[in-house]
Antibody, heavy 121, light 106 residues
Framework: EVQLVESGGGRVQPGGSLRLSCVASGFTFNDFAMHWVRHVPGKGLEWVSGISWNTDTIGYADSVRGRFTVTRDNAKNSLYLEMNSLARADTAVYYC??????????????WGQGTLVTVSS | DIQMTQSPSSLSASVGDRVTITCRASQNIRNYVNWYQQKPGKAPQLLIYVTSNLRSGVPSRFSGGGSGTDFTLTVGTLQPDDFATYYCQQAYSSPWTFGQGTQLEI
């Protein structure tokens, strides 16, 4: 079964840090670009970051650039998101998502179940 | 950044109705738009990619159209399972942006 499973979410104080992980199974991980997308409760979807299969291309939303870092370990079929200087506006459900083909022209065809990040004092 | 504006923001309909959701891009994105369905507490699911390509396993009552800046998602005959929130997403240039969503309600 093709699957993505996120972990690492939780409650953190403003200014704190978290590291999200996403483990892939059921497909050849290094054939796909991978992305992080978040959903603010009661609001819409926001693309956060993406990384090509070979890490040559990495992108960030303006709202997280300089604070978040995306990495992947193809040997471990894993995607990561290091989040620093967290703010209340970062409170959301974070999804990892797969995109066939290269980094460009993404379509997110497989999603994880999501992990909730709550930034609160 | 490319802005994606959906209309309406919410839509009331009945089983058996035909509904259309519109998405407008702030600049020409050729045909690089995808559509997703999301139900409460669940991850989004890809329905249509590159304007009109139906993802495998998605019912044929879903269809997409448009080009340039104006795009549509149509559900031909609403089924109970279709009541959800729908999002468009542009795949033309990074950052990859979504519309604000259309909540389809009974």
């Amino acid at each position: 079964e093709v699957q993505l499973v996120e972990s690492g979410g939780g409650r953190v104080q403003p200014g704190g840090s978290l590291r999200l992980s996403c483990v892939a199974s059921g497909f050849t991980f290094n054939d796909f670009a991978m992305h992080w997308v978040r959903h603010v409760p009661g609001k819409g979807l926001e693309w956060v970051s993406g990384i090509s299969w070979n890490t040559d291309t990495i992108g960030y939303a303006d709202s997280v650039r300089g604070r978040f870092t995306v990495t992947r370990d193809n040997a471990k079929n894993s995607l990561y998101l290091e989040m620093n200087s967290l703010a209340r506006a970062d409170t959301a459900v974070y999804y990892c998502a797969r995109s066939p083909g290269g980094y460009s022209l993404p379509r997110f065809d497989i999603w994880g179940q999501g992990t909730l990040v709550t930034v609160s004092s | 950044d490319i802005q994606m504006t959906q209309s309406p923001s919410s839509l009331s309909a009945s089983v058996g109705d035909r509904v259309t959701i519109t998405c407008r891009a702030s600049q020409n994105i050729r045909n690089y738009v995808n559509w997703y369905q999301q139900k409460p507490g669940k991850a989004p699911q890809l329905l249509i990619y590159v304007t009109s390509n139906l993802r495998s396993g998605v019912p044929s009552r879903f269809s997409g159209g448009g080009s340039g800046t104006d795009f549509t998602l149509t559900v031909g005959t609403l089924q109970p399972d279709d009541f959800a929130t729908y999002y468009c997403q542009q795949a033309y240039s990074s950052p990859w942006t979504f519309g604000q969503g259309t909540q389809l309600e009974i």
